[in-house]
């Protein structure tokens, strides 16, 4: 059974950062990608970073260079480094697992994710 538990989340100024958690059990890391999608209130799911078994990445365009995904050296927690934080970055952020060996485009994993995390609020102030 796969489970993802999130932690990390908080509060932070404009510019702040932080970094997410995600500890991860259950999965058969060489079948499965592990990614981070958001969702703030009354908007729709947006994918935010992958990573797969290779340590390949994906990152939505919004987050490019400010955002790093990366997994502990037992592969067994998932890791969102998040710099230069801004006021859209508001949001409920979710850990995801998706059976797969290629981490897909940052866009498609709110849609192909089967897994997920209870979420960790994150809320960034101007």
């Known amino acids: 059974q796969v489970q993802l538990v999130e932690s990390g989340g908080g509060s932070v100024q404009s510019g702040g950062s932080l970094r997410l958690s995600c500890a991860v059990s259950?999965?058969?890391?060489?079948?499965?990608?592990l990614g981070w999608f958001r969702q703030a209130p009354e908007k729709g799911r947006e994918g935010v970073a992958g990573?797969?078994?290779?340590?390949?990445?994906s990152y939505a365009d919004s987050v490019k260079g400010r955002f790093t995904i990366s997994q502990g050296n037992a592969k067994n927690t998932l890791y969102l480094q998040m710099n230069s934080l801004k006021p859209e970055d508001t949001a409920t952020y979710y850990c995801?697992?998706?059976?797969?060996?290629?981490?897909?485009?940052?866009?498609?994993?709110?849609?192909?994710?089967?897994?997920w995390g209870q979420g960790t609020q994150v809320t960034v102030s101007s």
């Open positions: 995801a697992a998706g059976r797969g060996l290629r981490v897909p485009s940052a866009d498609q994993i709110p849609f192909l994710f089967g897994d």
């Open positions: 990573i797969d078994a290779n340590s390949k990445t």
């Open positions: 259950g999965v058969s890391y060489s079948n499965y990608w």
